[in-house]
């Protein structure tokens, strides 16, 4: 087979890529995604029916959370058409524009606020962005708690400030209004220009004289005559470079690959928003949640040097998931009817990076995945934590939700004192899920920068990445938004190039 273009990764860039650029009539396109089709599976397109996807739509990755830790977290990385984007609670949040101002600073040229802003414009008329209405009980405690503790309230599908407010959903309804579905579906009036090979899992690209040409799959040899677009996310983006020959090249050599292109930066400066949560047991199970378990957050700014919330957290009406203790880890949407609620702090901005290295040039094999947090010098990610958590434990103290919660499970209330704390925070860190900036855009004279801002892979021709390894920096509030953006905003690069 031959296209003008292929697009690896089915997910919340890679759709958008695939659809824009067919749309645009520059030639053929190939979507190629490993995992199944979503269209009519109830659990990929219902956001309240997560957890009712099973390990056959996730690729099973284990990372490492701490360098001092032998303990493994289940890093969750979606195998299906929708990506990410159908795997989880479609939490919509469009970034402070100082987060894309710093990108530019970093040598991001045209990644500004001002850059990328008529960018999620265009994203927001073609998804479904929908503002939760304050209803649920437990919400409203959350919320009235956080009042009584000084924060405003925010209408945060306007603007992400310090505050604390119901969340804004990518949905329609309980559904999703993911980038496969609403730029996708219906599968079945695709354009005619436009293939979408599922279940086919691309094992490398092919180079011939350093200009991508092809992908070898397990189906098969596909073959390229203008451009390969990479967008198969944080973990799996750099893996796939790596074993096509684009990498640190003693790594490389070490497995017996042949160097493409020596690029030591691909799999480092692995970003995350991470988080110790504080857990509650309630007066009486959750009610039920009408569509998710997660529909309203607070942003702290925790200490007064901050420019802008150095903390984001959810607030879960579950903990099933929490290192295994209150039930199945593998979802983060658990069964309802518990009476154990959470609230999830994270590090807006962390200042810990984390790598991504391949274990064998197949890969079907898992990467080696180092999250690596906490380790930033001046331990600034454990004292943002640290005043979060304590945050948090004065909300379960407040009136309003002193009527709802009986106990404090985690920490205890035996974890007292800042060296206790801290060592609860060392030996608890769980993830939000947000693996990014593994093959991070820069400047051409950046040398640990593996992409050059308009995403095209240094050292070689006819190579993007588009998706969130190429973050040069953390955007501070859940990614999937930017991950959109930067397929809407990618699509118009390569358009513009064909032209």
Not at 196 to 225: H, Q, Y
Not at 265 to 288: C, M, N, Q, R, S
Not at 421 to 444: D, F, K, P, V
Request: glycine letters at 8%; proline letters at 6%; a negative charge.
């Amino acid at each position: 087979m031959v296209f003008d273009y292929i697009v690896i990764g089915g997910g919340s860039a890679g759709a958008i890529i695939a659809r824009r650029l067919a749309d645009a009539n520059i030639g053929s396109v190939a979507l190629i995604e490993a995992g199944p089709r979503d269209e009519g599976v109830p659990a990929m397109m219902d956001i309240s029916r997560l957890f009712e996807l099973d390990s056959s739509t996730d690729w099973g990755f284990l990372a490492r959370p701490t360098r001092q830790s032998s303990r493994h977290l289940n890093y969750s990385r979606a195998k299906m058409l929708g990506g990410c984007g159908n795997h989880n609670d479609c939490a919509y949040l469009v970034p402070p524009r100082e987060d894309f101002d710093a990108w530019r600073e970093l040598g991001g040229k045209g990644w500004s606020g001002a850059d990328v802003i008529p960018y999620f414009d265009r994203l927001e008329a073609r998804i479904t962005v929908e503002r939760r209405p304050e209803n649920h009980p437990f919400s409203k405690a959350f919320i009235r708690a956080g009042e009584e503790l000084g924060l405003a309230k925010v209408d945060f599908r306007s603007k992400v400030e310090p505050g604390i407010g119901m969340l804004a959903l990518n949905a329609h309804g309980r559904f999703r209004s993911s980038s496969s579905v609403a730029y996708l579906h219906p599968l079945a009036s695709l354009p005619p220009n436009l293939g979408i090979l599922t279940e086919t899992l691309v094992n490398r690209i092919e180079f011939t004289d350093r200009v991508a040409t092809a992908c070898i799959t397990d189906k098969g040899r596909i073959a390229a005559r203008r451009e390969i677009i990479l967008c198969a996310g944080g973990i799996q983006s750099p893996q796939l470079l790596m074993v096509s020959g684009i990498g640190d090249a003693a790594d490389l050599r070490a497995h017996d690959i042949e160097v493409v292109h020596n690029s030591p930066g691909v799999g480092k400066h692995l970003l995350d928003h991470y988080t110790v949560p504080v857990i509650f047991e309630t007066a009486t199970p959750v009610p039920d949640w009408d569509i998710t378990p997660y529909e309203a957050v607070a942003m702290l700014k925790t200490s007064p040097d901050a420019r802008s919330a150095d903390s984001q957290v959810q607030f879960g009406m579950t903990a099933g998931w929490f290192n295994g203790r209150f039930g199945d880890e593998y979802h983060p949407s658990a069964p309802k009817g518990r009476s154990i609620i959470a609230l999830e702090p994270n590090i807006a901005i962390s200042r810990s990076h984390g790598t991504v290295k391949i274990t064998s040039p197949d890969i079907r094999i898992a990467p080696a995945i180092d999250m690596n947090y906490l380790s930033d010098a001046d331990r600034y990610d454990e004292d943002v934590l640290l005043r979060a958590i304590d945050f948090c434990r004065r909300m379960g103290k407040t009136e309003s939700f002193g009527r709802i919660v009986t106990k404090e499970l985690l920490p205890g209330p035996e974890v007292a004192g800042e060296e206790l704390l801290r060592n609860y925070i060392r030996n608890n860190c769980q993830t939000y899920y947000h693996a990014s900036g593994t093959c991070r855009l820069g400047s051409e004279r950046d040398p640990g920068a593996v992409l050059t801002p308009d995403l095209k892979v240094k050292g070689v021709v006819g190579l993007r990445v588009c998706d969130a390894s190429v973050f040069p920096a953390m955007v501070s509030v859940n990614i999937n938004a930017t991950v959109m953006m930067v397929g809407e905003k990618a699509a118009d690069m390569i358009v513009d190039d064909a032209k």
